[in-house]
């Protein structure tokens, strides 16, 4: 995908508890650094950990005027395949734009499940690559690096000195490591 538009919308679909509020926030700070103007933001209500949950992030090399919630996204990305079944993924999105999962499926089981969705779908197993990498199912570093490969809307190492400024005083060294190994694994995997 090309950064030629005005302006660059995602959405993030993931259950409270999965981190897309962390890659949003990474992904908005990286492309600030970059010289852009963003805008990112959840929604959500007062449920727990484990609900569904949308976050939104909008990316332009002009100020955003919009404050509106995105309804016609560049891409669509799915932190967990369950929310097939419950949300519409794959809403307003043309066959130019892409359409991320983290799932065991492969795209032409997706694609079965999604029949009328026409744009490209790209599937990565991310709760496999983290528990390889950090030995646990956090998986918003793995789905940050395949955005970014996917979309090229920031640069990866930027991504990564991003990540480790907002989350080193939080997390620790060693796995804020982990973390940006899994997001290069995300970046790194053509599946």
Partial sequence: MDFTKDL????????????????AEVLAQTAVAEGKFVQAF??????????PTKTYVK??????????PIVDPDVAVVLDDTLLKSEKVDNNLSEDESLIINTKKTGEEIRSELSEFRGNI???????????????????????????????????????KEFQKIFEKKLGQELVRKNI???EKGYDNYI
């Fill in 122 to 160: 790209k599937v990565i197993d991310a709760n496999e690559i983290a528990y390889d990498v950090m030995e646990k199912h956090h998986i918003n570093g793995v789905m940050l690096g395949k955005l970014i490969q996917v979309t090229e809307i920031v640069d990866l190492e930027t991504a990564k």
């Fill in 42 to 51: 959840s929604f959500y209500g007062p449920q727990r950990s484990g609900a």
């Fill in 8 to 23: 660059f919308q995602i959405v993030f679909f993931a259950r409270a508890g999965q981190g897309a509020k962390s890659i």
């Fill in 181 to 183: 190994l899994a997001m």
């Fill in 59 to 68: 990316i332009s090399a002009k100020p955003i005027r919009n404050h509106e």
